[in-house]
């Protein structure tokens, strides 16, 4: 019962550990097909050698071991023909890369958004890319405020708030004038 919770608990990580990748693949911008590399040559078939017990020290380090591995494909090529053992060591060995690979995700990510900042701050092409963004924003920004349709609407705040100031200055006056003659009505007694 154990191996088969230890599995399905195994399938659900990986799931995670893979939408988790999708997901940040998916809100990574495009690469330009200029900046990609060349597909590598596949390395040579390698014999599979059982695995042994590895340091979590080394686990850190797997992916870059696991990358000289051979695809999975030839791999499971070829282990058609091999023994219990062999093939339960593979096995393990499968799932040792799987957990360097899923280890190392969280920190590749780290360092990819401080390229991406570094970048961002100090790649001159970036820069001046920035610049232009600038000088494009701040020349819309006038064409809008200069347009004949918003240039009316200015026109006619400037208008309203013209009208609404000469409201208020008859306003005062009107309480000047309001004050002068209720002092008239008031009787000279008090």
Request: charged share 25%; aromatic share 2%.
């Amino acid at each position: 019962m154990k191996s088969r919770t230890g599995a399905v608990l195994f399938w659900l990580a990986m799931g995670l550990v893979l939408s988790g990748v999708e997901g940040a693949r998916a809100a990574a911008p495009e690469i330009p097909a200029a900046l990609k590399l060349p597909p590598a040559a596949p390395p040579e078939p390698a014999a599979v050698e059982p695995a042994a017990d590895v340091p979590a020290a080394e686990v850190a380090a797997a992916p870059e071991a696991a990358t000289n591995l051979p695809p999975p494909e030839q791999r499971l090529a070829a282990l058609k023909d091999a023994d219990l053992e062999t093939l339960k060591a593979a096995e393990a060995a499968c799932m040792k890369a799987a957990e360097a690979y899923s280890a190392s995700v969280p920190e590749l990510h780290r360092q990819m958004r401080a390229t991406y900042e570094d970048v961002e701050q100090n790649d001159p092409a970036i820069q001046g890319l920035k610049k232009q963004i600038a000088d494009l924003k701040a020349n819309l920004d006038k064409l809008l405020l200069d347009h004949p349709a918003v240039l009316e609407k200015r026109q006619a705040i400037d208008k309203a708030q013209q009208d609404m100031l000469a409201e208020l200055r008859l306003r005062t006056e009107l309480r000047g004038l309001i004050a002068a003659k209720e002092q008239e009505t008031v009787p000279a007694s008090e």
